[in-house]
């Protein structure tokens, strides 16, 4: 019992001192170390649903596909590759789960974005004549809280190909080289897209607050 | 293209900051002179700088729980076939004649198998039943001599008289009624 003990703590620092903790952990995930596993799902469990939130657009489906996550991840740990990250692999997972969610969603409903919905929710009247804000000032806390949800309702607006590659430079901090590999698109088409994604959620935050 | 549209996708990598020495001096020298562009450049870095600031959101406190009965009917995946690919090309790429060739290695192997334990197992059997008889009769020989002449099951049954003496039936009978 101590032993495990023992073994479980030598583990745990092995996981957090060196370099790729991420290595490590996969390395004792394919050794049959479920703490691993468990260690790995806390790491980026927050990540990958705030990532699918803001591709569905659904709490309750984010939640449902972050789980498909982890679960096709357990199922094919053996074939990881390790020519990429964990972090890529994991969101490249990701990635096709949100594809292929969007497309089943597609068949059962058309989903239509209207410009002339209420963009800000229900108290949009008064803060639609807010500029966004990125100021930190305390006193314009509350203002800039708003300003994240007029983002995240132009977030929703954008066409699927370019929110992933907004949502994964600009939210997750991934680099052009990771998403190329991410959303399997060549290097040009992820800065074109970034550059295409970046310009429609200006143009629409931009008609918020002129409206 | 007027010249700021084709400058306009590198004002994304320059709020980016991953342009290269010379797109970052063409575009300086571009915001410093076009005021569309710089008002371009600034709303981008603002954009971006709240795009990082977007507050995250937490899954609920079921998840773990979830996750973990979902995980519970997944096979180990040790438990699993390891078939990499690697190993698949190898296998596909086997030529014709080397399957041939180990087929009939393996056909050969097998058939002289099989003669040799087919042989064996007949002088076995035969060997086997040898020694039982030899055992059998010695027995048969051993109890004879133990068991009295008068035993009528130890003579030969041509020698055994056809009828019974009336006084040992009659005493037999008694017994019987005896036994009543």
């Known amino acids: ?211 | 293209m007027t010249n700021c549209e084709k400058i306009a996708p590198l004002i994304s990598e320059y709020v980016s900051g991953t342009l290269d020495a010379k797109n970052l001096s063409v575009v300086q020298s571009h915001i410093g002179q076009c005021a569309e562009c710089a008002k371009l450049a600034s709303d981008f870095q603002s954009l971006t700088e709240a795009l990082g600031n977007v507050p995250s959101k937490q899954p609920s406190l079921n998840f773990d729980g979830n996750l973990a009965k979902r995980l519970a009917e997944l096979p180990k995946p040790s438990a699993k076939p390891h078939l990499s690919f690697s190993n698949l090309r190898s296998v596909l790429s086997v030529s014709p004649r080397r399957v041939m060739r180990q087929t009939l290695a393996f056909t050969a192997v097998v058939a002289l198998g099989g003669l040799f334990l087919a042989l064996n197992m007949r002088s076995a059997t035969v060997d086997n039943s040898d020694i039982l008889l030899a055992h059998c009769v010695q027995q048969h020989r051993i109890d004879a001599a133990a068991q009295p002449l008068s035993d009528l099951s130890a003579q030969a049954l041509s020698a055994r008289p056809d009828t019974q003496d009336p006084k040992t039936d009659a005493l037999s009978d008694i017994n019987d009624s005896e036994n009543l």
């Open chain 1, 1 to 211: 019992m101590i032993g495990q003990w023992a073994r479980d703590a030598v583990n745990f620092t092995q996981g957090i001192c060196v370099d790729n903790p991420d290595k490590v952990l996969v390395n004792r995930c394919l050794a049959g170390d479920d703490y691993a596993f468990s260690e790995i799902i806390g790491r980026y469990k927050g990540k990958l649903y705030n990532y699918i939130l803001r591709m569905t657009s659904d709490a309750e489906d984010a939640e449902d596909l972050t789980q498909e996550v982890f679960i096709r991840m357990y199922s094919s740990l053996d074939s990881f590759r390790r020519q990429s990250s964990l972090n890529t692999w994991l969101f490249r997972i990701a990635s096709n789960i949100c594809i292929d969610s969007y497309r089943r969603n597609k068949k059962h409903k058309a989903i239509a974005y209207s410009l002339d919905e209420p963009a800000f929710g229900d108290d949009s009247s008064e803060s639609s004549h807010e500029a966004p804000d990125i100021s930190y000032e305390p006193h314009r806390v509350f203002m800039r809280i708003e300003t994240a949800g007029q983002i995240e309702n132009a977030l929703k607006k954008l066409p699927e190909k370019l929110r992933e590659v907004v949502l994964l430079y600009d939210v997750e901090g991934i680099s052009y080289e990771e998403i190329a590999q991410i959303a399997d698109c060549p290097l040009g088409t992820v800065k074109s897209r970034l550059f295409n994604g970046r310009a429609q959620l200006r143009k629409l935050l931009t008609d918020y607050t002129s409206n």
